[in-house]
């Protein structure tokens, strides 16, 4: 059965602790692979798509990885605004399936 | 900004009534989709439209429909509203059907 499964459902850090989400996904023909960051009561930010295993991609404190099976958003030295709902999103090669996870809700404490 | 328009912001309607939610996507984005969340949960995929034509059907109740016009705008209608409907209604688009989305800011939806 096609899935996206995160961990940790929730993650409290201090400032500055770095860390990272884990998204395992189990699809048949992934086409891409997206992380968005939500705040409470907004859309989805996007922030990454991953294409292909072993591409990486960064953005100020964090950092998105793929292998074949899952993918991770690394997050260095975290700031309190970095405080949010982050979520995994499998697209297929039929361009019209979606699977979402369902979030690691992330707390940063100053 | 991510460059998506959803209007109304906010929408209070009474249980029965019908309301149609609106959406412009980026300028340039031939994709556009239709999520609701409901309080805490997670993103429900609702359907897809490409240049005009359906796509990809979601879990899409029967009372509610869709559909993409000639300037690439799209309209949600939502029908015979129960309490359980009450969510936020997001409007997401993109360039194809296997690129990235961006997310509008959603059109909150409250039924009475």
């Known amino acids: 059965e096609d899935q996206v499964t995160q961990s940790p459902e929730a993650l409290r850090l201090q400032e500055g602790e770095s860390s990272s989400l884990n998204c395992s996904y189990t699809v048949s023909g992934l086409r891409g692979l997206f992380w968005y960051r939500q705040d409470p009561g907004k859309g989805p930010e996007f922030l990454f798509t991953l294409y292909s295993a072993g591409e990486e991609k960064e953005k100020e404190r964090l950092k998105a990885t793929l292998t074949k099976k899952e993918s991770f958003l690394h997050i260095t030295a975290p700031k309190p605004e970095d405080s949010a709902t982050y979520l995994c999103?499998?697209?297929?090669?039929?361009?019209?399936?979606?699977?979402f996870g369902t979030g690691t809700s992330l707390t940063v404490i100053p | 900004d991510s460059g998506v328009t959803q209007t109304p912001k906010h929408l209070i309607t009474a249980t029965g009534q019908r309301v149609t939610l609106r959406c412009s996507p980026r300028s340039g984005d031939l994709s556009v989709y239709w999520y609701q969340q409901s309080l805490d949960q997670g993103l429900q995929f609702l359907i897809q439209y490409y240049n005009g034509e359906e796509r990809a059907k979601g879990n899409i109740l029967e009372r509610f429909s869709a559909q993409q016009f000639p300037d690439l705008h799209s309209e949600l209608n939502l029908s015979s509203l129960e309490l359980g409907d009450s969510a936020l209604y997001f409007c997401a688009s993109s360039v194809a059907p296997v690129t990235e989305a961006f997310f509008g800011q959603g059109t909150r939806l409250t039924v009475v």
């Open positions: 999103v499998a697209l297929l090669n039929t361009g019209n399936q979606f699977y």
